[in-house]
């Protein structure tokens, strides 16, 4: 199983580390745990965790693709299956104006996600109790979340505590706040919709080398001179800036998640508390660049799928300055490569 290949652009995690994305917790409320089914049904349930435990379990072992491009393959999950649930196998319970499911959280902000209802039916996500074994920890979404075959992780709510069937869509919030494709597949890479800049007005905030506070999500300035480039708390997720230049560029607080910063020339730049999950920046120069703070989750240094001796690797220097705790959220292939560096680059440093 282990042997099967990733999805594109995924990387596994780390034997035994399952990365922590997105809400670190579950509302504060006092009330028992349950779980409502509404909306379009022929009569709304409410199931308590009691009931839920009660209930035949069942184990399956699934993929989890985060958009962030770790991947934990197999992982072992037991609970009940949604559809179980939703009576499929008997009277459905659902009416027939039903279309899409939304899953909503007992947390603060009452993330959601939603599915089409027949890819529910097709997927038949598991309301998990149990993973790996152990009872589902808080921070991954115990006591109950789902687990959604087949789609990104961000499709997998954790502390559910409602389910609802609707007659039309409602967007979940990666997919309205951060502009996370609805669709979700991680075969097809439908990780972010497409960005919203037209040519032009991506052109002329280039021509500015301006974009501290700015939301240009997916902007494209491959092989642009952006040399000084302010971006201080700009949003870049899945921005391009391959082959780029941005000596001493600022991107301080910046999110760049799964931006693509190949061969980048980020000499002196500063990229401290930047958000660097899932970027790519193998080949890119590093030398004297500071990522101080910036989170790693996913990001790469160093191309992976190609064989070793051609492989571009970012060059790094006695002055790049990183925090080597935060290399632990690097897959091990390219922690290992990062460590040799920072190891050499001392070295000529000591000389
Ligand atoms: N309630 C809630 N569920 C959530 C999220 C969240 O922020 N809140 N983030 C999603 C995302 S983007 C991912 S990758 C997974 C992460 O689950 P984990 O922290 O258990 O790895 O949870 C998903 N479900
Ligand atoms: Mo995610």
Redesign the pocket.
């Known amino acids: 199983m282990t042997d099967q290949p990733l999805p594109p652009n995924q990387q596994r995690v780390r034997a035994g580390h399952?990365?922590?994305?997105?809400?670190?917790g579950?509302r504060n409320d006092a009330a028992p745990w349950s779980l409502a089914i509404a909306g379009c049904v022929r009569q709304p349930k409410t199931i308590s965790l009691d009931e839920l435990r009660a209930m035949p379990q069942v184990t399956r072992r699934i993929d989890?693709h985060?958009?962030?491009r770790w991947s934990?393959p197999a992982m072992e999950f037991s609970g009940v299956p949604l559809c179980d649930l939703l009576e499929r196998n008997t009277l459905p319970m659902w009416t027939s104006e039903a279309k899409f499911v939304s899953f909503v959280?007992?947390?603060d902000?009452n993330?959601?996600?939603s599915l089409p209802l027949h890819e529910t039916l097709q997927l038949d996500p598991l309301i998990v109790l149990q993973?790996e074994g152990q009872p589902l920890?808080t921070?991954?979404?115990g006591p109950l979340?789902?687990v959604v075959p087949g789609k990104?992780?961000?499709?997998?709510?954790?502390?559910?505590e409602r389910i609802e069937l609707l007659p039309q869509e409602r967007l979940g919030?990666?997919e309205s706040e951060a502009g996370?494709h609805n669709g979700a597949d991680p075969w097809q890479e439908q990780r972010y919709m497409a960005s919203t800049l037209s040519k032009q007005a991506a052109l002329r905030v280039i021509a500015t080398r301006d974009f501290s506070q700015r939301d240009l999500r997916g902007i494209n300035a491959a092989y642009r001179d952006l040399a000084n480039l302010n971006a201080d708390h700009a949003l870049l997720r899945d921005a391009n800036f391959q082959a780029a230049n941005l000596q001493h560029a600022n991107f301080r607080n910046a999110n760049l998640s799964n931006a693509k910063l190949q061969s980048a020339d980020l000499r002196e730049a500063c990229l401290v508390d930047a958000d660097l999950e899932g970027a790519d920046l193998s080949g890119a120069d590093l030398r004297g660049c500071d990522l101080r703070g910036a989170s790693l989750f996913g990001a790469s240094f160093r191309e992976f799928h190609v064989d070793d001796s051609r492989s571009k690797i970012a060059m790094i220097d006695a002055r790049t300055r990183i925090d080597l705790p935060a290399l632990d959220a690097l897959v091990d292939e390219q922690k290992t490569c990062m460590l040799a560096a920072l190891k050499s680059a001392q070295m000529t440093n000591d000389k």
Request: charged share 25%; hydrophobic share 35%.
């Open positions: 399952w990365p922590l994305v997105g809400e670190r579950p989890v985060c958009v962030t934990k959280a007992r947390s902000r993330h959601s996600t993973a920890a921070e991954h979404g979340r789902v990104y992780f961000y499709k997998s709510v954790k502390w559910i919030y990666w996370y």
